[in-house]
């Protein structure tokens, strides 16, 4: 069963129900079925597949989805548009609505599913960098993930280091993931036509980070600290994010083989991951994280 939505339709879905897309929400739905379609053929669902929607919406893609995977769980946070999609899909038990942020998923969902999943959606533009780093956090329970997000958002995730953009979302997903951009989609696909430009990115999960990660622990609360202060030189950036002194700064910055005038969009990956371990092998980061 296809759940898709034509404009006349949709339209006349929200009417009947007295619903207003939302614009807090990010609520603008997929009208164009070419476009769907060319959205969906970028990833391969088959019957052996649990899914994972985030923003069904009125259902452009939650109905194929069923069709093709053995389960699809759709997150719907708004609790109207979950009840009118629920009533839609009644006849389909592979399909459930769950009225639910996808942002509140926890470990016990996964266990229960005790399998990767494939994620697909479309995601709201007021929530798209805290649902991308939640991806990142629960990387190990899926294995590719297929969504639409706004333009400038992705070239954060595609850049190169030396790119304006590059910054810690850039980092993560290329030392943890295999992302690119698949596809534009023209606003006028949409309903209410949003005010920017929507691209389908494909992410696929790494079996292991392209580089490797010696002391994960220390890794993880160090990284984010050299983002933080994008336009301040790396010299500084140490010194302000470890409260450590200048002289220590360029002792560290030297073993790395960066020099002190950078900023940390222009330091290739393999010597942020150099300048990680020894950053974490010369500062006492538990005294630096209750300084903060």
């Known amino acids: 069963m296809d759940t898709f939505l034509n404009l006349k339709n949709l339209q006349m879905l929200l009417s009947q129900h007295n619903i207003r897309p939302r614009k807090e929400l990010g609520q603008n739905f997929l009208i164009d079925r070419n476009v769907r379609n060319k959205i969906l053929s970028y990833i391969e669902i088959n019957k052996d597949d649990i899914v994972i929607e985030i923003g069904p919406g009125q259902g452009a893609l939650t109905g194929v989805l ?49 399998k990767p999943v494939k994620i697909v959606g479309n995601l709201p533009y007021y929530a798209v960098s805290p649902i991308l780093f939640k991806l990142l956090d629960i990387r190990h329970h899926w294995n590719t993930a297929l969504v639409m997000m706004p333009e400038d958002v992705a070239a954060r995730i595609v850049a190169k280091s030396g790119d304006k953009n590059f910054g810690l979302m850039a980092f993560l997903f290329s030392l943890l993931t295999r992302s690119s951009v698949c596809y534009r989609i023209r606003g006028s696909a949409f309903y209410p036509e949003p005010e920017i430009t929507s691209v389908v990115m494909k992410i696929s999960v790494l079996d292991k980070p392209a580089v490797e990660i010696r002391n994960q622990k220390d890794f993880w609360r160090t990284v984010p600290k050299l983002f933080i202060q994008k336009r301040k030189t790396i010299l500084n950036v140490l010194r302000n994010s470890f409260h450590i002194s200048r002289e220590t700064a360029s002792s560290i910055l030297k073993k790395s083989g960066i020099r002190p005038e950078m900023r940390s969009h222009q330091i290739e990956i393999s010597s942020l991951i150099e300048l990680v371990e020894n950053i974490t092998q010369a500062t006492p980061l538990d005294l630096a994280e209750k300084k903060q």
């Open 66 to 114: 069923g069709e093709k995977a053995a389960a699809v769980y759709a997150f719907e946070k708004d609790e109207k548009l979950a009840e009118i999609l629920q009533q839609r899909i009644s006849t389909l038990p592979e399909i459930k609505i769950i009225k639910k942020d996808f942002l509140d998923i926890d470990e016990i969902f996964f266990r229960s599913i005790k």
